[in-house]
């Protein structure tokens, strides 16, 4: 029985990985990027996006994805605060987003009107990094009060990851957590990563973040 399960999850993230990869080649053909934003519950995802968002919102024609097990709060928020095209993907109890959900989601959009596609992800350091959605760019975020040891215990979560952001800086003097070590970690995992240090309450590296994402685009 067990051998079975094993299969037939192998067999899911091969079919997902082709579609993906079709995916993405579909969106670059277009002229489209696709960002895939992963973290815990909690760890500043929407925030930091309103203030990404307004950053690069003249920029880009920008189509925003909010994905969660319920609820449509994240959605309209994103629409509220920044004014882009924003929806919300209900992934019926799953932890995380196949290909093919993405691109269902996708066809909600009018897709030849843009060209940065960003979804944030179901909130969790497992699932989605299993997953591949299409994207161009894997964004994880890690707050302080996650602790610095997060790299060592989710490997694949950061072994996927292109930038990572460590989040909420402004709260570092109440968490015994230590920035330096943390990126000695995350390098640890995967170690060309770019890692950048991100407080979106008060505004610090936001700006670096943005223009790494310029580059990248």
Known sequence: ????????????????????????DKLTKKGVYFINVMASPGSGKTTLLVNLINRLKNDYSIGVMEADIDGDVDAERIHKLTGVPSIQVHTSGAC????????DAIDSFNIKDINL?????????VCPAEFDTGAHLNLVLLSIPEGDD???????????ANIVAITKI????????????????????NKD?????????????????ARAIRQKI
């Open 150 to 160: 997060k790299p060592l215990k989710y490997p694949l979560m950061f072994e996927v």
């Open 170 to 189: 402004d709260t570092l003097p109440a968490f015994n957590f230590d920035i330096e070590k943390c990126k000695n970690n995350i390098r640890y995992r």
């Open 1 to 24: 029985m067990e051998y079975k399960v094993v299969e037939v999850k192998e067999n899911l993230l091969i079919e997902n990985s082709q579609k993906a990869r079709q995916l993405r």
């Open 117 to 125: 596609l960003i979804l944030e992800n179901v909130g969790n350091l």
């Open 193 to 209: 990563i770019d890692v950048y240090t991100i407080s979106a309450l008060k505004d610090e590296g936001i700006e670096e973040l």
């Open 96 to 103: 995380h987003l196949t290909a093919q959900m993405v691109e």
